[in-house]
């Protein structure tokens, strides 16, 4: 027995130290990679030395003798932190995914494909001006020099994801930074989702488009056209639907979870300290790393600083010594849905205006890890590219014999956005900043702007023009082969929206409805946002002056207009009603969840239970309305709160109340059965996971951020190291926003908000802040990779400077990069 014992622990001792060794031969090669920030590196392509400097925050203050300098060591600088994520968003608009992942990705892959964006981005190479064409060139030469640094000195690949993924490393290109401009247009297109949507339901029948899909609030639209009548061949029962998302990876989302933002600025007139004020957060799927990446560059034209995208040679939202910018999702309406006849006798044909013509093909081939490569052939039509019916639940509106098309501003191949939004870096004032984002064509943003005398704001982007007689005003697909109802080239700059040095001294926008004009010049029938513009609009008037803090306070502010404007409706003939009952009995629950709901003021504080109760009762209520008329495959795609259909069904808007009567059931049943039938059940649920004592729940426990790795973040072990998570306050319609899952075991984890934060103030720009929401690097070994995460939730700051003397005081690293000598 002694013996065994002792081959026991010999093996176990083994087991061990195999272990360790593993573990710290792991731990080596990966920290191989981990970045020296006081290296010195002499590098061909520079003409003078460059110097960055890293602040403590891992902040680059990047300090060159020429622009183009200084946009090489910004590539040098994303790729020495980021280069992982560069190479994945690159490899997500080529639609190469599954070369690495296999046929999980190749959904997502097809469809790129398919929309061929990276076609469009190398095509666009040349559209460039001069300074945009110098920029691109330096920033892929300053990537490159980091990747060829990597492999030289054997710098663990540049990233431990690599040793997962057996992935070459191209160099960069400049159309490949292009091409991830055009992928954020993939992140704010909604309205292929909304066309579809409003066709599905439009096909139902019952008036459901009138009350799930209601106009924003504001002067009429007329009235949407029967989808059946247009295409009588259409599916009359939609309710079924593709069960699987866009694809895995994929960067297309629900409209729910699309790019949106807060932006609002206060002209000096407005401010306490008597220089203009600018706040900005955009807000994007969380993930770890974040999408956004602080830095400074000084150029010529004066130091900017604020938030860049690896891969993206441009500071997006940010402020230079005399202007500030910041950038919001517009929700313009730059795509349209075209479904096109396919001629019976030859189906490599459509129906033109003027008669049969082919579509133009090519084939392309996608390589899939582990499995045979798939040959594609895409399609276009006049309209566009030609998209599969697996995608966008196609197959649920499109009438056998006919194909859809897709119109999008983003599939430009002559896209100067890259230009227009390097010379908006460069502007000087706001007037010069709208001038220069002329040739800006996707993704329509709305720019709103402040400089030291003023505020302004314009939508940017390309809008399409339409014709008058188009038979479904872009709302839903319409028959391609009517001249009408095609794209007739874009609208003149001048007619975007645009508002400068307004007279009440602040402009405002939280994705909401900003322009009232008659079609084809209305922008847009669908909008991000109808409840944080109002909490912002009172935030912004309750002052006569602002400061630095209001703005911050307005940033960070967790008050739901959502819940304030509900709970006195769903709960109207429930508040105090009947005797008290009994201790323990479910009567008892409820009229305990109701007491604290009737004093609670709104305020989706991570601390309280209120905020939970109410989340989990308007889900319960709306999901039961939902189901029973519509299946639950169809109300699968209304799994967030529709604030303006619950409105219309409790104030029994145009009969919207039937909703709230069960079809499956003989009596009639009225809204105050199913709001006290939904808040049982959802006071059930909550007391089975979070206990009985409901003083105890925290809606913070059910509303964590889940920074999640994209691609590992789902690997039990490797998630647990590379995902961040956090309590946090917010919700759906605030404007500190936590969009919640929705659905699945965490319905209300908070995945979508705002991956930076920045307030500009003109009167002390050095009192300027900014964060992120997870850190600077994209390396999990190392100390930046998470630790701007905590700033972010507590919703604090760090000090955006442009004093060089600042920088170097705060530097823990500084990198000097040398023109290398020219060989022999």
Same mark, same amino acid.
Request: hydrophobic share 45%; aromatic share 8%; net charge negative.
């Given at each position: 027995?002694?013996?065994?014992?002792?081959?026991?622990?010999?093996?176990?001792?083994?087991?061990?130290?195999?272990?360790?060794?593993?573990?710290?031969?792991?731990?080596?090669?990966?920290?191989?990679?981990?970045?020296?920030?006081?290296?010195?590196?002499?590098?061909?392509?520079?003409?003078?030395?460059?110097?960055?400097?890293?602040?403590?925050?891992?902040?680059?203050?990047?300090?060159?003798?020429?622009?183009?300098?200084?946009?090489?060591?910004?590539?040098?600088?994303?790729?020495?932190?980021?280069?992982?994520?560069?190479?994945?968003?690159?490899?997500?608009?080529?639609?190469?995914?599954?070369?690495?992942?296999?046929?999980?990705?190749?959904?997502?892959?097809?469809?790129?494909?398919?929309?061929?964006?990276?076609? *469009?981005?190398? =095509?666009?190479? %040349?559209?460039?001006? @001069? !300074?945009?064409? +110098? $920029?691109?060139? &330096? #920033? /892929?030469?300053?990537?490159?020099?980091?990747?060829?640094?990597?492999?030289?000195?054997?710098?663990?690949?540049?990233?431990?994801?690599?040793?997962?993924?057996?992935?070459?490393?191209?160099?960069?290109?400049?159309?490949?930074?292009?091409?991830?401009?055009?992928?954020?247009?993939?992140?704010?297109?909604?309205?292929?989702?909304?066309?579809?949507?409003?066709?599905?339901?439009?096909?139902?029948?019952?008036?459901?488009?009138?009350?799930?899909?209601?106009?924003?609030?504001?002067?009429?639209?007329?009235?949407?056209?029967?989808?059946?009548?247009?295409?009588?061949?259409?599916?009359?029962?939609?309710?079924?639907?593709?069960?699987? *998302?866009?694809? =895995?990876?994929? %960067?297309?989302?629900? @409209? !729910?979870?699309? +790019? $949106?933002?807060? &932006? #609002? /600025?206060?002209?000096?007139?407005?401010?306490?300290?008597?220089?203009?004020?600018?706040?900005?957060?955009?807000?994007?799927?969380?993930?770890?790393?974040?999408?956004?990446?602080?830095?400074?560059?000084?150029?010529?034209?004066?130091?900017?600083?604020?938030?860049?995208?690896?891969?993206?040679?441009?500071?997006?939202?940010?402020?230079?010594?005399?202007?500030?910018?910041?950038?919001?999702?517009?929700?313009?309406?730059?795509?349209?849905?075209?479904?096109?006849?396919?001629?019976?006798?030859?189906?490599?044909?459509?129906?033109?205006?003027?008669?049969?013509?082919?579509?133009?093909?090519?084939?392309?081939?996608?390589?899939?890890?582990?499995?045979?490569?798939?040959?594609?052939?895409?399609?276009?039509?006049?309209?566009?590219?030609?998209?599969?019916?697996?995608?966008?639940?196609?197959?649920?509106?499109?009438?056998?014999?006919?194909?859809?098309?897709?119109?999008?501003?983003?599939?430009?191949?002559?896209?100067?956005?890259?230009?227009?939004?390097?010379?908006?870096?460069?502007?000087?004032?706001?007037?010069?900043?709208?001038?220069?984002?002329?040739?800006?064509?996707?993704?329509?943003?709305?720019?709103?702007?402040?400089?030291?005398?003023?505020?302004?704001?314009?939508?940017?982007?390309?809008?399409?023009?339409?014709?008058?007689?188009?038979?479904?005003?872009?709302?839903?697909?319409?028959?391609?082969?009517?001249?009408?109802?095609?794209?007739?080239?874009?609208?003149?700059?001048?007619?975007?929206?645009?508002?400068?040095?307004?007279?009440?001294?602040?402009?405002?926008?939280?994705?909401?409805?900003?322009?009232?004009?008659?079609?084809?010049?209305?922008?847009?029938?669908?909008?991000?946002?109808?409840?944080?513009?109002?909490?912002?609009?009172?935030?912004?008037?309750?002052?006569?002056?602002?400061?630095?803090?209001?703005?911050?306070?307005?940033?960070?502010?967790?008050?739901?207009?959502?819940?304030?404007?509900?709970?006195?409706?769903?709960?109207?003939?429930?508040?105090?009603?009947?005797?008290?009952?009994?201790?323990?009995?479910?009567?008892?629950?409820?009229?305990?969840?109701?007491?604290?709901?009737?004093?609670?003021?709104?305020?989706?504080?991570?601390?309280?239970?209120?905020?939970?109760?109410?989340?989990?009762?308007?889900?319960?209520?709306?999901?039961?309305?939902?189901?029973?008329?519509?299946?639950?495959?169809?109300?699968?795609?209304?799994?967030?709160?529709?604030?303006?259909?619950?409105?219309?069904?409790?104030?029994?808007?145009?009969?919207?109340?039937?909703?709230?009567?069960?079809?499956?059931?003989?009596?009639?049943?009225?809204?105050?059965?199913?709001?006290?039938?939904?808040?049982?059940?959802?006071?059930?649920?909550?007391?089975?996971?979070?206990?009985?004592?409901?003083?105890?729940?925290?809606?913070?426990?059910?509303?964590?951020?889940?920074?999640?790795?994209?691609?590992?973040?789902?690997?039990?072990?490797?998630?647990?190291?590379?995902?961040?998570?956090?309590?946090?306050?917010?919700?759906?319609?605030?404007?500190?926003?936590?969009?919640?899952?929705?659905?699945?075991?965490?319905?209300?984890?908070?995945?979508?908000?705002?991956?930076?934060?920045?307030?500009?103030?003109?009167?002390?720009?050095?009192?300027?802040?900014?964060?992120?929401?997870?850190?600077?690097?994209?390396?999990?070994?190392?100390?930046?990779?998470?630790?701007?995460?905590?700033?972010?939730?507590?919703?604090?700051?760090?000090?955006?400077?442009?004093?060089?003397?600042?920088?170097?005081?705060?530097?823990?690293?500084?990198?000097?990069?040398?023109?290398?000598?020219?060989?022999?």
């Amino acid at each position: 027995m002694y013996r065994l014992f002792r081959w026991i622990v010999r093996l176990v001792s083994f087991a061990l130290a195999a272990l360790g060794i593993g573990l710290g031969g792991l731990w080596y090669f990966a920290a191989r990679s981990l970045p020296d920030y006081n290296a010195s590196y002499s590098l061909p392509g520079l003409s003078a030395p460059v110097e960055i400097v890293r602040t403590t925050e891992n902040v680059p203050h990047i300090f060159g003798a020429t622009d183009t300098d200084v946009f090489f060591a910004l590539g040098l600088a994303h790729a020495q932190d980021r280069l992982w994520q560069m190479m994945m968003l690159r490899r997500t608009v080529q639609g190469r995914l599954s070369e690495i992942f296999g046929a999980r990705t190749l959904k997502t892959d097809e469809l790129m494909r398919r929309l061929d964006l990276y076609g *469009a981005a190398v =095509a666009s190479v %040349p559209a460039q001006d @001069p !300074a945009t064409t +110098a $920029a691109l060139d &330096a #920033y /892929a030469r300053g990537v490159n020099a980091w990747i060829e640094t990597v492999n030289q000195d054997a710098l663990g690949r540049g990233a431990p994801e690599f040793f997962l993924f057996d992935a070459q490393i191209a160099y960069w290109t400049p159309a490949d930074s292009i091409a991830i401009l055009k992928l954020m247009a993939a992140q704010s297109a909604t309205q292929i989702d909304t066309e579809v949507l409003r066709a599905r339901l439009s096909l139902l029948g019952q008036g459901w488009v009138e009350d799930l899909m209601p106009d924003v609030p504001g002067a009429g639209v007329m009235a949407l056209p029967d989808y059946a009548a247009l295409f009588p061949s259409a599916p009359r029962d939609s309710r079924g639907a593709n069960a699987d *998302a866009e694809g =895995a990876l994929s %960067p297309f989302v629900e @409209p !729910a979870f699309a +790019a $949106a933002s807060n &932006a #609002y /600025a206060a002209a000096p007139a407005r401010s306490a300290a008597g220089g203009a004020l600018l706040a900005n957060d955009p807000h994007s799927p969380l993930t770890a790393p974040s999408l956004w990446y602080l830095a400074r560059l000084e150029l010529a034209s004066g130091g900017v600083i604020g938030a860049t995208i690896p891969g993206v040679p441009l500071i997006l939202s940010g402020r230079s010594a005399k202007l500030g910018w910041g950038i919001a999702a517009s929700y313009a309406d730059d795509e349209d849905l075209f479904v096109e006849e396919l001629d019976p006798q030859n189906p490599e044909r459509y129906r033109t205006p003027t008669g049969w013509a082919e579509f133009r093909t090519r084939k392309v081939i996608v390589a899939v890890k582990d499995a045979t490569p798939v040959t594609l052939t895409l399609r276009w039509s006049e309209n566009g590219p030609v998209l599969p019916t697996g995608h966008f639940d196609l197959a649920t509106v499109t009438p056998p014999g006919h194909v859809m098309s897709l119109a999008w501003s983003a599939l430009s191949p002559a896209d100067t956005s890259m230009s227009a939004a390097l010379a908006i870096m460069k502007a000087q004032s706001v007037d010069a900043a709208v001038n220069a984002g002329a040739g800006f064509i996707a993704p329509s943003v709305t720019l709103t702007l402040a400089d030291q005398k003023t505020v302004g704001m314009v939508t940017l982007g390309a809008l399409p023009k339409r014709d008058a007689a188009h038979a479904t005003r872009g709302r839903m697909p319409a028959p391609g082969w009517i001249a009408a109802n095609r794209w007739q080239g874009r609208l003149p700059y001048a007619e975007n929206p645009r508002v400068e040095n307004p007279e009440g001294g602040i402009v405002i926008t939280t994705n909401n409805k900003m322009i009232d004009r008659p079609f084809p010049a209305h922008v847009s029938y669908d909008w991000g946002d109808t409840e944080r513009v109002t909490r912002l609009t009172r935030l912004m008037g309750e002052r006569e002056v602002h400061s630095r803090e209001s703005f911050i306070a307005a940033q960070l502010d967790t008050v739901s207009p959502a819940a304030r404007g509900l709970l006195p409706l769903v709960g109207a003939d429930l508040w105090f009603t009947g005797a008290p009952a009994p201790e323990g009995t479910p009567e008892r629950f409820r009229q305990r969840a109701l007491e604290l709901l009737a004093a609670w003021d709104g305020d989706m504080n991570e601390h309280l239970p209120e905020p939970l109760i109410y989340a989990a009762w308007m889900r319960e209520f709306q999901n039961r309305l939902l189901r029973d008329e519509l299946g639950p495959e169809l109300a699968a795609k209304f799994i967030h709160l529709q604030p303006l259909f619950l409105e219309r069904v409790l104030r029994n808007t145009n009969g919207a109340a039937r909703w709230c009567d069960v079809l499956q059931s003989a009596p009639q049943e009225s809204c105050t059965d199913i709001a006290r039938v939904s808040l049982d059940a959802a006071l059930l649920s909550l007391k089975e996971k979070y206990g009985p004592k409901i003083e105890s729940w925290r809606w913070g426990d059910a509303h964590e951020a889940h920074h999640d790795h994209t691609v590992l973040g789902h690997n039990r072990l490797l998630g647990w190291i590379m995902n961040i998570r956090q309590s946090t306050s917010g919700g759906d319609f605030t404007l500190n926003r936590g969009v919640t899952e929705g659905d699945g075991p965490e319905p209300f984890a908070n995945v979508n908000g705002a991956g930076y934060r920045g307030v500009y103030d003109f009167a002390d720009p050095d009192s300027s802040v900014f964060v992120i929401s997870t850190g600077q690097s994209g390396h999990p070994l190392s100390g930046h990779y998470d630790d701007l995460a905590d700033l972010w939730r507590r919703g604090e700051y760090v000090p955006m400077s442009l004093d060089p003397e600042l920088a170097r005081a705060a530097a823990s690293g500084i990198t000097r990069l040398t023109p290398a000598e020219p060989e022999p």
